[in-house]
């Protein structure tokens, strides 16, 4: 009897234990909430993204084409030469400075340093706001020069072996010589503006192997998907480098203020805007990879 | 997330950070105009299907998630978080390996459809010689 009554009573004191926990300001993950929903939010904008490089996946193994980013993306401001690859490269260097930038930021912040974090947050607002403008500019270029639009996409590259020729089916002659283009060759089809309306040249190929061997066909659009897969997940990885750069300036205004010196807790704003930018640099690694790279 | 180094060693992770991330960088690039024929033109492995094709993608996609690593883990600094909040990050992540390996097969499956139905209309049916149409009529049928 005794000792029912001392396990009961041990037990009410457990009770009361438990009850504390309720009260909150536990954190079993060692975070504020703040940064622990900032995560989650993260996982969740991931998934998002990766839907969409996924489905371009899906898309580009669905198709018996597709053009070739270092053929698409080639031009560089100023030079009119081709230089594959390397405007993006210079894009992703931005995002990089702009990522070690915001851990100093994030740093000084913890030092309680209110001129450091106001410092490296301007530096990484720049940087976003560079990486925008650099955004801009292939986005110029793609739709006004080159045609690319969401439903419209003049690059591809040739399916099989063949020659060039004309509307009537005669060769087409350059430099003496007939062209001749090899299959998985790269191309773009050059637009002219006609009564407001862009039109596509028309181009004409007879084929020497494949399926269509003898056969003359005209060059079309490459798959069509290109354009509307690669502006809808740049321009919604672009989207979120813009809301990072309202934000940034947000909370860059706010700590010249003074408001998160006075919170006292290591300028905790700053570390959450920064897991966001840390993610927005994140995701355009595979974006790179997925749209630049393989 | 502070305390656990000085301060001076970590400005030296945010210069570390930077090397590794640029120098990744660089390298896939240069690999990447190297593979596709742009360096030396007979050299075409990274993008004529097959065997190396296959390792170039192998070799861009392990760059790219030692880089996201990086990011992850120092910039974002998940290393210096508790085990409970790291798994439940990653572990949904591996939700994806699924997702990708699915629909990179369904794709396939809907090119292979195409390529089917294509397959299909280049098919030429040779007519009958004999005017009459063979088999079982139906009495009262046959108008020819």
């Known amino acids: 009897m005794a000792d029912s009554s001392v396990a009961h009573a041990h037990d009410t004191h457990a009770h009361d234990d438990d009850q504390h926990l309720w009260d909150g300001g536990k954190e079993p993950m060692k975070a504020s909430y703040g940064k622990l929903m900032m995560w989650y939010f993260l996982v969740s904008d991931a998934f998002t993204f990766a839907g969409f490089l996924i489905a371009y996946g899906a898309l580009r193994f669905s198709s018996p084409s597709w053009p070739e980013p270092d053929y698409v993306f080639a031009s560089f401001p100023f030079v009119k030469a081709h230089w594959p690859l390397v405007f993006v490269t210079f894009m992703t260097f931005v995002l990089i400075f702009s990522s070690v930038t915001m851990v100093r930021a994030v740093q000084e912040g913890h030092r309680e340093n209110k001129r450091g974090v106001v410092f490296w947050m301007f530096l990484t607002i720049l940087g976003g706001a560079t990486f925008l403008g650099s955004q801009a500019y292939e986005w110029t270029t793609l739709i006004k020069y080159e045609n690319v639009t969401v439903d419209r996409n003049p690059f591809g590259r040739y399916v099989a072996d063949g020659e060039l020729v004309d509307v009537n089916g005669k060769p087409v002659i350059e430099n003496g010589a007939p062209v001749t283009v090899k299959k998985d060759q790269s191309y773009l089809l050059h637009g002219h503006e006609h009564d407001g309306k862009v039109e596509l040249e028309q181009k004409f190929i007879k084929y020497t192997s494949g399926p269509n061997a003898g056969q003359v066909h005209e060059i079309g659009q490459g798959p069509k998907a290109f354009g509307a897969l690669f502006f809808f997940i740049t321009g919604f990885h672009g989207f979120h480098v813009f809301s990072g750069v309202v934000f940034l300036t947000i909370i860059m205004i706010n700590a010249m203020s003074g408001l998160y010196a006075a919170r006292r807790n290591g300028y905790e704003m700053v570390e959450k805007i920064g897991l966001y930018w840390h993610f927005v640099d994140l995701v355009w690694v595979f974006v790179f990879l997925v749209f630049y790279l393989l | ?144």
């Open chain 2, 1 to 144: 997330m502070a305390g656990h180094s000085s301060y001076e060693e970590q400005k030296q992770l945010v210069f570390r950070g930077l090397k590794i991330l640029g120098i990744i960088t660089i390298v896939e690039v240069a690999f990447a105009l190297f593979a596709k024929g742009h360096v030396v033109p007979s050299i075409t492995f990274g993008k004529d299907g097959g065997f190396g094709q296959g390792i170039y993608m192998l070799a861009m996609v392990g760059a790219s998630l030692y880089k996201a690593y990086f990011i992850v883990f120092f910039f974002m600094h998940m290393a210096h978080e508790v085990r409970g909040l790291v798994l439940s990050v990653l572990l949904p992540t591996t939700l994806l390996i699924w997702a990708i390996i699915a629909f990179f097969q369904e794709g396939s499956a809907w090119g292979a459809s195409r390529e089917h139905i294509q397959e299909k209309n280049r098919e030429v049916v040779q007519p009958g010689s004999q005017s009459k149409p063979q088999g079982y009529i139906l009495p009262g049928t046959y108008q020819g």
